[in-house]
C-alpha cells in the first residue's frame, strides 16, 4: 500500500438530478464572488463610487473570457488554428467532416494577463479619475485570489497536473486512468497564489505602499510569474507543441512569463516622484 501518495478521483460536480454544477465552473463563480467582496471594500477605502463596481467586472469578465481564448490561440495552438480559423469564435470543431459541439477549448492564462490589462486602461480612462497603475494595483489583489480558486478548479478536473515522481509521494490521477503518482501542480500553485494575495492585501490594509502606484502591480507581477515560471519545471506539457518553443530547456509559458517579470522589476523598483497619491 502507498501511503505517501494520494488517490484522487472525484466527480465531475455536483449532480442536481437535472443538471450537474461542473466543479472548475463552480470555482470560477467564487471567485469572481469574493473578488467583487473585497473590492467593494477596497472601492469604499479608496472613496470610488460603488456604481463603478459593476463596470468593472464587465470589462475584467470579458476581457479575460476573450484574452485567454486568443491567448491559446496565439501562443499555443496556432499550427491548428491557422486553417481553423472559424473555430476560434464558434464553440464547434470539425470531427471527420462534420461539426460536434464541444465547448471552446484552450484557454491561456497570459492572454488574459495582456487583455485584462489593457482592457483597465480604458476602464481608468472612461470611468476614473485615476491613473491606469492606480485600478491594476487593486485589481491585482483579487487577481490572485482568483488565482487559487482557478487552479483548485484545475485540481477538480484532473488536468493542467504535474511530471510523474516516480517516488512514493504525489497524487494519483485516477480519473485519467493512471496508477502512478503525479506532482499536484495545480495545488503548488493555487496555494501560492492565496499566499500572494494574502501579501498583497495585508500590503494595501497595513503599509503605505498602495500611495505608490504601480508597486502592488508591480509585486504582483514579479511573484506571481516567477512562480509560474519555476512551477513550470514540473508540469506536465499540456499541448505537444508546447514543451519546446524558443529555448530547449523552456517551454512557451516560461517565456512569455519573462517580459512580465521584467515589467513587474522595473514597477517596484522604478523612481517614484511624482507618481504618490496624495
Sequence with gaps: MNFLAIEWNPSLGIDLGFFTIRWYSLMFVASFLLGLHFMKKVFKNDQIPLEKLDTLFMYVFISMLVGMRLGD???YSWDYYQNHLL?????FKQVNGTWKFTGFTGFASHGAAISIILAMYFYAKKHLEKPWLFILDRLAIMVALAGFFIRTGN???SEIYGKATNSDFGVIF???GEAFARHPTQLY???SYLVLFSILWYTYWKTDKKKQIGFLFGVF???LWSLRFCIEFLKEAQIDSREDWVFNSLNTGQVLSIPLIIIGIWLIFRKTKNTEIK
Excluded: G, Q, S
Excluded at 473555430?87 to 464553440?91: S, V
Design 73 to 75: 490561440v496565439f501562443f
Design 87 to 91: 473555430e476560434i469564435i464558434i464553440p
Design 155 to 157: 485540481f477538480f478536473n
Design 174 to 176: 485516477k480519473a485519467n
Design 189 to 191: 500553485e493555487a496555494f
Design 221 to 223: 507581477m514579479v511573484v
